[in-house]
Every structure is written in structure tokens, then in C-alpha cells.
């Protein structure tokens, strides 16, 4: 009994005196990485790509939710309390229960913020220069309208912790209810996605249309039909966004999904890999994180073909952001009477379906709703 008691005491210390080296060596490598960014760190348009020489101070042509001027600074600072909460909250986790499928997605979610920038070009989606961003001519980051800010960061609490969470237990009170024989109790996988789709959906409009009326950022271009307060700086594709956003919450949600085993689905598939076998914990995460990579590519697919259409023409007016640029790749904000100076941004050429980038000529409307004189 002595010795069955006193040699996994023994594996475990060893174990503790490996892990200590490695965790120590990747919490310097993250500060370096942090340390690195912040000496980087800009706030405001300050590279010839987006800036306007005409602007020099920050004048806004339109008034934020309430009137009130200070929306960024809450933001941001609620993104730094946000993060070192879930950095406690989930260091706290992992000594208790250290690779739980839960930290893991949250360690996944959070990983497919590197195609962010992508994913900022595809809708149109056009952050506030002032917010402390990435330097605007680091590769990948150039591919964002404007700039790419920190706050992105807490992707996790966005695409896994609040839609899966909330529809989980709204899974487990409706399956608490039903009779053994019942849709949620024979189906349980295919119940949470339709959960994760209807609470992703409300989630996300909700957010987004307040961090829109906020001055966070603004979608430029939207497809007219299926979208709220178009042609205004405010415009929000409801539709289109709402619904390709849920294809990263429902994978998220549902490889976190355990059944009467104890095991999440992205355990079962990992187990299918004969290469992790000896390392399932690193085989869960590299399942989640390569099949939310392939969903966040989706999302972005979805807007691509949006932007190839031309169908995405109404556009946010007035410009909310005279220090930047205006980001027309298309013209349409020409069109409509926007005065410039004008920004196409990258891949404007065959990934947009023009292969002579921007259209030289863009004829201002008569009616334009853009125009200085215009009263709409």
C-alpha cells in the first residue's frame, strides 16, 4: 500500500518539475510577443495608406450613441478588465481540471484571431483610427480597411463562452422537460446547433448594431435588402451578418458538446487520429482549432462573394472618420458624392472580381446621398 500510495506522489512531482521549465519558457515568450506589440502600438490614421494630409484633428460629422464622446475609452479599458478576467478565471480552471475541452476551445476560439484582417476586409468592416491598433503596413494587418485594433482579442467570449454557454443550458432545460423519446433527447448535437444558431443570431445583433452606433467601427458597403438603417453611417447587414457569423459559433459550441460518456465530440474525433493518440489533449485542440479555422474561412467566403457581386451598394454616410481615408474599393462612395481623398485598399484587384482595381471613373449622382448639399 506504501508503495502504490508513494510512486504516483512521485510521477506527479516529475511531471511538475518538467511542466515548470515549459510553462515558464511560453509565459517569456508571450510577454516578449506582448512586449513587441506595445512598443509598436499607434493610436490615430498614421500611415500614408489611410491617412488624409488634409484632416489633422479628429472631427466627427455625425453624433454617437447618446452624444457621448467617451465610447472608446470604455470599450477599451472594458476589453483589458474582460481579458485579465478570463485569463484568472481560465489559469484557475486549469489547475483544477488542466486540458478540459472547455479552456480548450477557449485557447481555439481565440487563436483564429490572425485572420481577423481578412475578415475586416471582406465585410467592409471599417474600425475607429483612434483606437490603439497594430502598425497599419504590417503584412496581414494592411488588409483591414483602416486598422486593426486590439480589442479583437476577446474573440473567445464572442464565438464560444457566451453563444454556447447560453444555449447549452437552454439544451439542458428543455431536455429536463422532455420525455426520453423527445427531438432533444434523440438529436441532442443537431438541438444545440439550431440553439446556437437562434441565440447566436440575437447575440450578435444586438452587439454589433451598439458597437456600430458607438463609433467602434462601421460596415462602409451593405447589400441594401436584408440590412438596418442602410445609408447611413449606422448600417448594419442584419441578415448576411447575423447568419454567417453563427458558422463559427455552432462548430464551437457543438465539438464542446459531451455525451453520456463524458467525452466532447472534438475528443471522439481526435481519438480517430493515430498520430495523438499518446497526446489527446493536444489532438483535441489542433481538431478544434483547425475546424474553426475552416468555419472562420467560410464566414469570410460568404462576404468575399458579397464584395465580388457589386451587390454591397449602399454605403455608410456620412463618413464617420475625416482623419482616414474614405475606403471606396469600388467606387460607390464617389458615386454617391462622398468627397475624397479615397483609399481602394488591398486585394482590390481579382479577389473583388476587378482585375483593374478601383474604377478610375465614378460619375457622381445627381441624387447622390453622400453629396455636401445633400439633405438625406
Known sequence: MSRERTLPSAARTSAAAKRSPMTAVWIAVALLVLGVVAYHARMGAVSPRIANPEVTSVPRPVVFLFGWDHWLVLHQVGTVVMMCLLIAVFAWAWTRRPAHPYLLMVLASTAIVWQDPIMNWAPYAVYNPQLWHFPEDWPLVQLSPTVEPFIVIGYSTFYFIGPFFASHRILRRLQARASAGSFVWRRPLISLALLLFVTGVIMDAVLEIFLVHTGLYIYSQVIPWGSVFAGT????????????????????????????????????????????????ALGTFLVMAAILNVAYFAYGAGFAAIRASRLATAVACPWPYPEAKVYDPQGFYEGEGQPGPYSEGHWNGWMTAQPNGRPAVNPVKANGYCRPDSDG
Open 233 to 280: 453611417t449606422f448600417q448594419f447587414p442584419l441578415i448576411w451578418e447575423t447568419a454567417l457569423v453563427t458558422t463559427v459559433m455552432i462548430p464551437a459550441g457543438v465539438l464542446c458538446y459531451r455525451d453520456d460518456t463524458g467525452r466532447s465530440q472534438a475528443e471522439k474525433l481526435a481519438q480517430r487520429l493515430p498520430w495523438f493518440r499518446t497526446r489527446p
